[in-house]
């Protein structure tokens, strides 16, 4: 794809918990589903349009139990209108066979990552057959991936899956490019811009997040570039040198204003849900 194709607004994902932070480190982090509410509807009103959703259980921790992320996809719905995506990915302790299971809770749309990454000390595994059967699974429930792209061989394998499979349902190809993990990519904007010149044709629009430290730079250089925006506290904690983040919608107005500065303000929920191709489930 080129860049000059690019939406003039600006799409931005919050991503509010991850798997990796502990609640007793973090307390402000949204673990339950009334912090889950509470999180989506101030993210949406600081300028978010799409939520990737990880879910934690009664002791906060991550789960892929079908019954709470049923729950968190129905509470984030009626909440407002962000377009709700659940991971695939879960965490790295999270057996294959159980993310696939996250499809039967609904979502609008779904993380599929491109690709086995090193994390940290551990291996998020992504074999071929599980990105094959996931990306199929999706079309078949007509529920619109995401494309998350840790490294430059994930690139690769989405036009691999794309070659294969054809066009995810609703026709549009959203990736995100997750920088700074260690084990992937780096959160450079030589290492981002690499990879949106390998994007295949068939992609329609891109977005970026840096972990870390990498957020802020990766933040500059996605917009800069036409792309789109993820923020969370998934991804950073730090909102500044010595400050940590109080609340995910910190982290979304301050993406919301660099983006509005730069004449790509965040993008409506409605124009998101046009952008990703995803199926009107509201209601
Ligand atoms: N928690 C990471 C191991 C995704 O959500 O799809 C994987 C991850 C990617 O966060
Ligand atoms: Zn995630």
């Known amino acids: ?9 600006t799409l931005i994902t919050v991503a509010p918990t991850g798997a990796e932070h502990a609640k007793a480190d973090l307390p402000q982090l949204p673990t339950t589903l009334e912090e889950l509410v509470d999180t989506a509807r101030r993210c949406e009103a600081a300028g978010a349009s799409l939520i990737h959703l990880h879910i934690r259980d009664g002791e906060h921790a991550p789960t892929l139990d079908a019954g ?16 709700v995506q659940l991971s695939t990915g879960g965490s790295v302790h999270d057996p294959l066979e159980q993310r696939l299971t996250v499809l039967d809770a609904e979502p609008d749309s779904c993380s599929l990552t491109c690709g086995t990454t090193n994390f940290g000390d551990d291996v998020f595994l ?19 991936p995401e494309f998350e792209l840790f490294d430059l061989g994930h690139v690769h394998a989405l036009a691999r899956l794309l070659d294969t499979h054809g066009l995810p349902f609703g026709g549009r190809v959203h990736v995100d490019f997750v920088t700074g993990v260690p084990g992937g990519m780096p959160a450079t904007t030589a290492a981002l811009m690499a990879g949106v010149a390998m994007l295949p044709p068939a992609v329609t629009s891109w977005s970026a997040t840096g972990i ?13 570039a036409g792309g789109h925006l993820r923020v969370g506290m998934e991804d950073n904690v730090v909102f500044r040198r010595g400050q940590v983040v109080e609340h995910n919608d910190e982290l979304v107005a301050r993406a919301a204003e660099l983006a509005a500065l730069l004449q790509r303000p965040a993008m409506s ?3 998101a849900r046009a952008l990703l191709g995803v199926k009107d489930r509201r209601g």
């Open 68 to 83: 709470y992320l049923r729950a968190a996809v129905e509470a984030v719905r009626e909440t407002g209108d962000l377009v």
């Open 212 to 224: 870390g430290r990498g957020h802020l730079p990766i933040m500059a250089a996605a917009l800069s």
């Open 269 to 271: 929920t409605e124009d």
């Open 1 to 9: 794809m080129t860049t000059s194709s690019a939406a003039t607004g």
């Open 126 to 144: 992504n074999p071929w057959p599980f990105m094959s059967e996931l990306y199929v699974q999706a079309q078949d429930r007509e529920i619109v």
